[in-house]
């Protein structure tokens, strides 16, 4: 059955709401050790229009999420965040939030989706290079433990296109 493999997950990718709230903040908890999105930038980004939050419902439960922020008059997105549940990963849900969120950016006219990820996190960054993403640059000491971040983009065109 084609796509079946690529499909590990039989979960749902819907636009974040309000109600997620308490969930989302529960997510980033599970998540991050540190520079987790507090309660107030959730709730703002959930109904800001310079935002998009996307979350991965598995078995009835939020097993992930992104956020996608827009700058006005521009044609470059960020993928701000991307979070998928310790007890999720492995289903496939990080590739399909970065895929929903590249979606999301084409479809608001965006050409080119950036983000910044962990230099220790090499999981993420052997994802976004085999997803096209190429690094563009460096913040030094970006995190909270003074790790750098390592910038990352790519164009959307083709996605567009083709999705």
């Given at each position: 059955?084609?796509?079946?493999?690529?499909?590990?997950?039989?979960?749902?990718?819907?636009?974040?709401?309000?109600?997620?709230?308490?969930?989302?903040?529960?997510?980033?908890?599970?998540?991050?050790?540190?520079?987790?999105?507090?309660?107030?930038?959730?709730?703002?980004?959930?109904?800001?229009?310079?935002?998009?939050?996307?979350?991965?419902?598995?078995?009835?439960?939020?097993?992930?999420?992104?956020?996608?922020?827009?700058?006005?008059?521009?044609?470059?997105?960020?993928?701000?965040?991307?979070?998928?549940?310790?007890?999720?990963?492995?289903?496939?849900?990080?590739?399909?939030?970065?895929?929903?969120?590249?979606?999301?950016?084409?479809?608001?006219?965006?050409?080119?989706?950036?983000?910044?990820?962990?230099?220790?996190?090499?999981?993420?960054?052997?994802?976004?290079?085999?997803?096209?993403?190429?690094?563009?640059g460096c913040h030094a000491?970006?995190?909270?433990?003074?790790?750098?971040?390592?910038?990352?983009?790519?164009?959307l065109t083709a996605a567009?296109?083709?999705?």
């Open positions: 059955m084609p796509g079946k493999s690529r499909n590990r997950s039989v979960a749902s990718i819907r636009r974040g709401r309000s109600a997620d709230l308490d969930d989302l903040v529960a997510l980033e908890t599970q998540v991050f050790a540190s520079d987790r999105m507090s309660r107030r930038s959730l709730r703002h980004f959930l109904a800001a229009r310079t935002a998009t939050v996307l979350v991965a419902e598995h078995a009835g439960c939020i097993a992930g999420c992104a956020v996608i922020l827009f700058r006005p008059n521009s044609s470059i997105a960020r993928l701000y965040s991307i979070a998928v549940a310790p007890q999720s990963t492995g289903r496939g849900l990080g590739p399909a939030l970065l895929t929903a969120s590249e979606e999301a950016a084409a479809v608001r006219g965006r050409k080119m989706l950036r983000l910044e990820v962990h230099e220790n996190n090499q999981r993420a960054i052997a994802r976004y290079r085999k997803a096209g993403y190429r690094q563009f000491g970006y995190y909270a433990d003074e790790g750098d971040a390592l910038r990352f983009e790519k164009e567009s296109e083709t999705g």
